[in-house]
């Protein structure tokens, strides 16, 4: 179960897609109209002051091994609810930051993951639009994982026999053929040129290669 405090776009959008794939979900928001319009699509729904420790406590957010504080624009209701789950010894929190200055405090006051969809997704879409990935993640330590087109240079060769980690730098993790499904990649795969594959490695060395012709 996930309770998420702050029913604002980030925070509904986050509760309804945990509720579509199985996980209960309680969400609290100050702002009743805001409750009413959820209240159906969750576990439970709550109207409450999510700065004040004693009204979550009675709503039994101490039970709750995660949570998410949703509550972006308003810095002192994000630190001030963030503050009020650490007290309450909730062991896993999630909050959304605006700013690095907003994610800096978030992290000083013990919450332990800080995320900025905004920023995250602006440097998710950069990198699409600057070369030939059809997907892209970053992790926190500069590493990437690519959904690309396989360049040229691979085509009908087996992975075994391309160099591409010594040459490239990357790892082919997986491919997939038209009309089936992701499969690892193994030293024995031959690449064809209408396959789709997901390469990793360091975020540059990623670019590097889905950028090959």
Same mark, same amino acid.
């Given at each position: 179960?996930?309770?998420?405090?702050?029913?604002?776009?980030?925070?509904?959008?986050?509760?309804?897609?945990?509720?579509?794939?199985?996980?209960? =979900?309680? +969400? *609290?928001? !100050? @702002?009743?109209?805001?409750?009413?319009?959820?209240?159906?699509? /969750?576990?439970?729904?709550? %109207?409450?002051?999510?700065?004040?420790?004693?009204?979550?406590?009675?709503?039994?957010?101490?039970?709750?091994?995660?949570? =998410?504080? +949703? *509550?972006? !624009? @308003?810095?002192?209701?994000?630190?001030?609810?963030?503050?009020? /789950?650490?007290?309450?010894? %909730?062991?896993?929190?999630?909050?959304?930051?605006?700013?690095?200055?907003?994610?800096?405090?978030?992290?000083?006051?013990? =919450?332990?993951?800080?995320?900025?969809?905004?920023?995250?997704?602006?440097?998710?879409?950069?990198? /699409?639009?600057?070369?030939?990935?059809?997907?892209?993640?970053?992790?926190?330590?500069?590493?990437?994982?690519?959904?690309?087109?396989?360049?040229?240079?691979?085509?009908?060769?087996?992975?075994?026999?391309?160099?591409?980690?010594?040459?490239?730098?990357?790892?082919?993790?997986?491919?997939?053929?038209?009309?089936?499904?992701?499969?690892?990649?193994?030293?024995?795969?031959?690449?064809?040129?209408?396959?789709?594959?997901?390469?990793?490695?360091?975020?540059?060395?990623?670019?590097?290669?889905?950028?090959?012709?």
């Amino acid at each position: 179960m996930v309770v998420v405090l702050g029913l604002g776009r980030f925070g509904k959008s986050l509760a309804l897609e945990l509720m579509s794939q199985g996980t209960e =979900v309680l +969400g *609290i928001d !100050s @702002d009743d109209g805001v409750v009413q319009r959820v209240s159906e699509r /969750l576990t439970h729904a709550a %109207v409450a002051d999510t700065t004040d420790e004693e009204s979550l406590r009675q709503l039994s957010v101490h039970e709750y091994d995660r949570a =998410v504080v +949703g *509550i972006g !624009s @308003d810095l002192e209701a994000s630190l001030l609810t963030a503050s009020a /789950l650490i007290n309450l010894g %909730v062991g896993n929190i999630w909050a959304k930051a605006i700013s690095n200055a907003h994610a800096k405090i978030l992290h000083q006051i013990g =919450v332990q993951h800080v995320v900025r969809p905004e920023h995250d997704m602006g440097k998710r879409v950069a990198h /699409l639009v600057r070369g030939r990935m059809m997907d892209y993640i970053e992790f926190d330590d500069g590493f990437a994982m690519v959904k690309t087109s396989p360049p040229a240079f691979l085509i009908g060769q087996r992975l075994g026999d391309s160099e591409v980690r010594t040459k490239y730098k990357v790892t082919v993790v997986a491919i997939k053929r038209p009309g089936e499904g992701f499969t690892y990649a193994t030293a024995d795969t031959a690449i064809a040129a209408d396959d789709t594959v997901i390469v990793s490695g360091q975020v540059r060395d990623t670019e590097r290669f889905s950028e090959l012709t």
